[in-house]
């Protein structure tokens, strides 16, 4: 069984897009491969590519030139990176064209592997943001209510509880609503950023991103009873917003 995800292969060396498409397919994803640079641009034109494993080395049309072409007619297209000559400059070049991982070849097919996970995993954590976003524009005013009498004003930035009112900055507010919406789910640290603050960032940077935030939040929920502890750690991974206990 197929899985989501339609990857393209693109590498002028034929063993190497071969075995690159053999071991993707194995895992049951939808490849697609290419020998050039201009193929690539083209397939990605007419058809839908969720993430790219891209050559830097091509005769013609780099690797560059293509995530600069990709970046632009299809920005939500995840970019991985194989190259035999890594290079500093060409590392930092391809940071800042927005690639999600850089590795070198030969990369063994387990790297191949978590790094082409990781790539759809931020590119579903990205469609996510954008439905919340979405979501939050188009019902601005959204109020929940949790417990007997907590009711939370999304669209205004509050939350009311019997006479107490908490104010929420922008991020608290996204976070909770986040939160809330998910009760019980487990998020980890780098989705939060993703979701919150609306960019990818490293496994190790991310907890210390979040840490202040959610401290804030924690402590002005504090004053909430129904709130009360409801954000909880979990080791290693991330928070979860647990549910309301009966």
Same mark, same amino acid.
């Not at 339609?6 to 491969?33: K, M």
């Not at 641009?41 to 690797?63: A, E, H, K, T």
């Not at 909430?224 to 917003?241: A, D, H, K, Q």
């Given at each position: 069984?197929?899985?989501?995800?339609?990857?393209?292969?693109?590498?002028?060396?034929?063993?190497?897009?071969?075995?690159?498409?053999?071991?993707l397919r194995l895992e049951g994803y939808h490849v697609t491969a290419v020998a050039t640079g201009e193929a690539a641009v083209d397939y990605v034109r007419l058809n839908s590519v969720d993430l790219m494993l891209l050559d830097l080395r091509m005769p013609g049309m780099s690797g560059l030139d293509v995530i600069k072409v990709v970046s632009k007619s299809a920005p939500?297209?995840?970019?991985?990176?194989?190259?035999?000559?890594?290079?500093?400059? =060409?590392?930092?070049?391809? *940071?800042?064209?927005?690639?999600?991982?850089? +590795?070198? /070849?030969? #990369? =063994?097919?387990?790297?191949? *592997?978590?790094?082409?996970?990781?790539?759809? +995993?931020? /590119?579903? #954590?990205?469609?996510?943001?954008?439905?919340?976003?979405?979501?939050?524009?188009?019902?601005?005013?959204?109020?929940?209510?949790?417990g007997d009498d907590t009711v939370i004003d999304f669209g205004r930035r509050l939350v009311r509880s019997g006479s107490r009112t908490v104010f929420l900055t922008p991020a608290e507010g996204r976070l909770l609503k986040i939160f809330s919406e998910n009760m019980g789910k487990v998020f980890t640290h780098r989705e939060l950023v993703l979701l919150v603050q609306g960019y990818s960032t490293s496994q190790q940077e991310a907890p210390e991103i979040l840490r202040p935030l959610v401290s804030r939040l924690r402590l002005k929920l504090a004053r909430v009873p129904s709130l009360l502890r409801r954000i909880n750690s979990v080791r290693g991974t991330g928070y979860v917003f647990e549910k309301e206990k009966s």
């Amino acid at each position: 069984m197929t899985k989501k995800g339609n990857i393209l292969v693109v590498d002028d060396e034929p063993v190497e897009r071969q075995t690159l498409s053999d071991i993707l397919r194995l895992e049951g994803y939808h490849v697609t491969a290419v020998a050039t640079g201009e193929a690539a641009v083209d397939y990605v034109r007419l058809n839908s590519v969720d993430l790219m494993l891209l050559d830097l080395r091509m005769p013609g049309m780099s690797g560059l030139d293509v995530i600069k072409v990709v970046s632009k007619s299809a920005p939500d297209v995840e970019i991985i990176l194989l190259t035999a000559h890594g290079s500093m400059d =060409s590392a930092i070049e391809a *940071l800042r064209n927005r690639i999600q991982d850089y +590795l070198l /070849k030969p #990369a =063994s097919p387990n790297l191949i *592997l978590e790094s082409v996970s990781r790539g759809l +995993l931020r /590119k579903a #954590a990205k469609i996510a943001a954008k439905k919340h976003e979405e979501s939050a524009s188009n019902d601005g005013n959204a109020i929940v209510t949790l417990g007997d009498d907590t009711v939370i004003d999304f669209g205004r930035r509050l939350v009311r509880s019997g006479s107490r009112t908490v104010f929420l900055t922008p991020a608290e507010g996204r976070l909770l609503k986040i939160f809330s919406e998910n009760m019980g789910k487990v998020f980890t640290h780098r989705e939060l950023v993703l979701l919150v603050q609306g960019y990818s960032t490293s496994q190790q940077e991310a907890p210390e991103i979040l840490r202040p935030l959610v401290s804030r939040l924690r402590l002005k929920l504090a004053r909430v009873p129904s709130l009360l502890r409801r954000i909880n750690s979990v080791r290693g991974t991330g928070y979860v917003f647990e549910k309301e206990k009966s």
